[in-house]
T-cell receptor, first 116, second 107 residues
Framework: EAGVAQSPRYKIIEKRQSVAFWCNPI?????LYWYQQILGQGPKLLIQ????????DSQLPKDRFSAERLKGVDSTLKIQPAKLEDSAVYLC??????????????FGEGSRLTVL | RKEVEQDPGPFNVPEGATVAFNCTYS??????FFWYRQDCRKEPKLLMS???SGNEDGRFTAQLNRASQYISLLIRDSKLSDSATYLC????????FGSGTRLQVQP
């Protein structure tokens, strides 16, 4: 079974530039998440999709971050304009309908962003 | 206050040692709890679920105390391959991760 695919793996940009990350979840997984992981910290949820609808985006900095999941499959996360503090690994994860007794998210390898 | 708090470590232990990690959570509405493992520069992966009755998987034992809002992970007979960061996770609407506790097992 193919895992969660993300691209690009690495991206270096200057502050105020824009960047976009792409994620393809595991086939059949209805729920998709974007997490931000800053060095030395745990992953922080940015946005959760159920099919192509947003379930939770309360921690997404909407003045600069946007995300979409057209057709309920692939998703893109965009940052515009980027700030130095956006340097992090952006992890995409997917799950089948999340049951309280599983708690298993399948993460992609992440997209590492460096903002100079 | 962070929703899930952990001691960042690092814990440096010799092979064969027993090591315990603790975690506290602040939101009593959290439904379920888990431990994830994250190797250096890799993605997190589910290690095990945590139950009030305890959960044992080989050398790993996890325990939940809802009254104290406290979660633990015990690793017995540590192996070099156990070296990683262990993330404590609470589920409410989505998974909320702690900052992780780094374990380094030394030969």
């Amino acid at each position: 079974e193919a895992g969660v695919a993300q691209s690009p793996r690495y991206k270096i940009i200057e502050k105020r530039q824009s960047v976009a990350f792409w994620c393809n979840p595991i086939s059949g997984h209805a729920t998709l998440y974007w997490y931000q992981q800053i060095l030395g910290q745990g992953p922080k949820l940015l946005i959760q999709f159920q099919n192509n609808g947003v379930v939770d985006d309360s921690q997404l900095p909407k003045d600069r971050f946007s995300a979409e999941r057209l057709k309920g499959v692939d998703s893109t996360l965009k940052i515009q304009p980027a700030k130095l503090e956006d340097s992090a690994v952006y992890l995409c994860a997917s799950s089948s309908p999340l049951r309280p007794d599983t708690g298993e998210l399948f993460f992609g390898e992440g997209s590492r962003l460096t903002v100079l | 206050r962070k929703e899930v708090e952990q001691d960042p470590g690092p814990f440096n232990v010799p092979e064969g040692a027993t090591v315990a990690f603790n975690c506290t959570y602040s939101n009593s509405a959290s439904q379920s709890f888990f431990w994830y493992r994250q190797d250096c520069r890799k993605e997190p992966k589910l290690l095990m679920s945590v139950y009030s009755s305890g959960n044992e998987d080989g050398r790993f034992t996890a325990q939940l105390n809802r009254a104290s809002q406290y979660i633990s992970l015990l690793i017995r007979d540590s192996k070099l391959s156990d070296s990683a960061t262990y993330l404590c996770v609470a589920l409410r609407r989505a998974l909320t991760f702690g900052s992780g506790t780094r374990l380094q097992v030394q030969p």
